[in-house]
């Protein structure tokens, strides 16, 4: 039973084009994040959702856009996707005032 | 401005040897100080967290090791194993934990050599 699961593990699309990315957590938590990996594997916080309010908004473009029907679930929507786009897209959860972010597998991100 | 700075980018150790990876912070606020580990095609998983409060903790073959005056931590791994082939990441938080408002060091990518 995966507990912060995403999907697709591999997207691969055309500048320009509009995507989403799906996270769902079973795990009962009220937050949930998302976080960019890049080619050089650092990692930053875009995005933190409690109990579906935005939390935390960390200068990420307008063009990215999260949003959380309930709170086990937390999707990214990426509208007019650019080159720079390209990265790996990590889902997280944690309990309320929790010491751990639970992360999901990841996904691929890939602009062309 | 980069609050959790970490070192070396990249480490290679021989099969039993001593790993170590250094963080610094700046911000004296941070009272949560996580550890994370990522295997190639996973996402980061929690490996061992210390607070300010406590100047080492041992779990295992890994240890960390707290410097509040100096503001500083540093991962060891004891008796490395190519197992422990991953990118480590340090943390820093405030409030206790907050994990989502924790901050990351640029990680850094271990090899063991068999």
């Known amino acids: 039973d995966t507990a912060v699961s995403q999907t697709p593990k591999y997207l691969v699309t055309q500048m320009g084009n509009d995507k989403s990315i799906k996270c769902e957590q079973n795990?009962?938590?009220?937050?949930m994040y998302w976080y960019k990996q890049d080619s050089k594997k650092f990692l930053k916080i875009m995005f933190s959702?409690?109990?579906?309010?935005?939390?935390i908004n960390e200068t990420v473009p307008n063009r990215f856009s999260p949003k959380s029907p309930d709170k086990a679930h937390l999707n990214l929507h990426i509208n007019s996707l650019e080159l720079g786009d390209s990265a790996v897209y990590f889902c997280?959860?944690?309990?309320?005032?929790?010491?751990?972010?639970?992360f999901g597998q990841g996904t691929r991100l890939t602009v062309v | 401005q980069q609050q959790v700075k970490q070192s070396p980018q990249s480490l290679i150790v021989q099969k039993g040897g001593i790993s170590i990876i250094n963080c610094a912070y700046e911000?004296?606020?941070?009272?949560?100080f996580p550890w994370y580990q990522q295997f190639p095609g996973k996402g980061p998983a929690l490996l061992i967290a210390?607070?300010?409060?406590?100047s080492e903790k041992k779990e295992g073959r890994f240890t960390i090791s707290f410097n509040k005056s100096a503001k500083q931590f540093s991962l060891h791994i004891m008796d490395s194993q190519p197992g422990d082939s991953a990118t480590y990441f340090c943390?820093?938080?405030?409030?206790?934990?907050?994990?989502?408002?924790?901050?990351f060091g640029d990680g850094t990518t271990l090899t063991v050599k068999p």
């Open positions: 795990l009962g938590h009220d937050t």
């Open positions: 959702y409690n109990n579906k309010e935005l939390i």
């Open positions: 943390a820093a938080s405030i409030g206790g934990g907050n994990a989502g408002k924790s901050t």
């Open positions: 210390i607070r300010p409060d406590v």
């Open positions: 911000n004296t606020a941070f009272d949560y």
């Open positions: 997280a959860s944690s309990p309320d005032g929790g010491t751990e972010a639970f």
